[in-house]
């Protein structure tokens, strides 16, 4: 699978409602503070990446569409994904 | 639970074991009667490395894993949960800065908090901000090169020992975490005395008249400050927090046990009485799982599991209303004895509940971890 398919199944699987990729998950009130730990810790374990202060922030976390290009990006700089 | 301890984990909990036992356990009830915690004790945990216990050898840290890490504050939770307290916010605190803080903030901070040459401290809560971290209202202004802070922080564990705050306020509306030295001009800090629990751990109320902090101290950016930088610093703090209620736990049932098995009454020790030993039963249950859901959080926490936090906070949740109810059970064993200083199971009970305060109160862990049920974690195991 690739990233975006890996993202989406796992947050698909977090949330019992209907998700399109690009639906803002912190507008929608779908992350609690626990939950937001948890994609944090995802993203590190599934992509082998690791989060630093600088990607500390909601616009790389907000969204399927938002993850997808932030692991690929982090990936890419770490020769990873 | 069984879990196969390795020996630096052992190694780690048996040390805890020594040291409170000399540096810390004579002095628990002075601390919790004087409200303080002494020169002395700071001292011993500097010269025995607890203050950076759970931090890399690369800054001079202990280096402990998770699972030592929380063996050790099983340990000073059985003996003494403000010193405890010091170690979970310090640690807590520098973990932030380790894992996201920038290169520089690292070399200027971490080889001094790891050496316990400094004291951090974590400066959330406000007057009219709890549970609900989003209502913060200091303010911190951004101008040219750095941002100027304005407001008032309570309740801020060791505040009164600290060098370095990790302070979060909100800056054009949106949440940011910034260190905050001791020492800026526009900083007071107070003693918040009188408190129920953990009594010597060294409260304060921070006041900020316009302090002049460097953007450079900034973690994080703007806007993440309360759903990364927080959250995670919280996590930390719950995990630790869970093995000091496990600590308390511990040292209910030696007390409860030594004084069933010594006290005579009714022509037999309190011991044969079939409630007593019921409630022995009970106290030993709550220990057995409240210890078994520390390990279990640990044991994900090492294997950077995305269901440790909620795990932890599982485990925190658990564990401290067991310690509150096996407390309160002690204290009632204990007849009026129960409520003297002479023993101690009245300040196990007055520190057990500020852990089901602390990192978020029960009713806050009710509510996220019933999120976390209906997305059927155990499915995952």
């Not at chain 1, 992509?47 to 290009?69: E, H, K, P, Y």
């Not at chain 2, 639970?1 to 002095?27: G, Y």
């Not at chain 2, 409860?256 to 409630?275: K, N, T």
């Amino acid at each position: 699978m690739d990233a975006r398919s890996q993202i989406r199944a796992y947050i698909r699987s977090k949330i019992a409602q209907p998700l399109e990729d690009c639906d803002d998950l912190f507008d929608l009130g779908l992350v609690d503070s626990l939950f937001g730990l948890r994609l944090v810790s995802f993203v590190e374990q599934k992509f082998g990446i690791t989060v630093d202060g600088d990607d500390l922030d909601i616009a790389n976390f907000c969204s399927i569409d938002a993850l997808t290009a932030f692991v690929t990006a982090k990936g890419a700089a770490d020769g990873r994904v | 639970m069984t879990c196969d301890l390795s020996e630096a984990q052992r190694d780690a909990s048996e040390r805890a074991r020594r040291f409170v036992t000399e540096a810390i356990l004579p002095f628990a009830a002075l601390i919790d009667e004087t409200q303080t915690t002494p020169q002395h004790v700071l001292q011993a945990l500097r010269a025995n490395s607890w203050l950076g216990a759970g931090l890399p050898a690369q800054w001079g840290g202990g280096e402990l894993d998770p699972l030592a890490y929380g063996l050790a504050m099983e340990q000073f939770g059985w003996a003494c949960s403000s010193t405890r307290t010091l170690l979970t916010v310090h640690n807590m605190t520098a973990q932030v800065i380790l894992r996201f803080g920038s290169a520089q903030q690292r070399e200027r901070w971490l080889p001094a908090l790891c050496s316990g040459e400094k004291i951090i401290a974590f400066a959330l809560t406000e007057p009219g901000a709890g549970s609900d971290a989003t209502g913060i209202e200091t303010e911190a202004q951004p101008r040219p090169g750095e941002y100027r802070i304005t407001g008032t922080k309570i309740w801020c564990s060791y505040g009164l020992a600290a060098d370095l705050y990790l302070l979060f306020a909100r800056c054009e509306g949106k949440p940011v975490a910034l260190l905050v030295e001791r020492e800026s001009p526009g900083l007071s800090v107070e003693p918040m005395q009188d408190v129920f629990g953990t009594r010597g751990s060294m409260l304060a109320r921070l006041r900020l008249d316009g302090v002049e902090v460097p953007v450079s101290h900034r973690i994080g950016a703007v806007g993440a400050g309360l759903s990364f930088v927080a959250n995670v610093a919280l996590d930390y703090g719950r995990f630790a927090v869970a093995w000091g209620a496990v600590g308390i736990i511990r040292a209910c049932l030696d007390t409860c046990v030594d004084y069933a098995s010594e006290r005579h009454q009714g022509g037999a020790v309190l011991a044969q009485h079939q409630l007593i030993r019921r409630q022995l039963t009970d106290t030993l249950l709550a220990h057995t799982t409240a210890r078994a859901l520390c390990l279990r959080s640990a044991q994900l926490r090492m294997a950077g599991d995305p269901r440790a936090a909620s795990e932890t906070a599982l485990a925190k949740y658990h564990a401290s209303e067991a310690a509150i109810r096996v407390a309160n059970d002690a204290i009632a064993l204990h007849g009026a004895n129960g409520c003297s200083p002479k023993f101690p199971v009245s300040r196990y009970l007055r520190d057990a509940t500020v852990t089901g305060i602390v990192e978020g109160t029960r009713e806050i862990h009710q509510i996220a971890l019933a999120s976390y049920a209906l997305q059927r974690p155990y499915l995952d195991d």
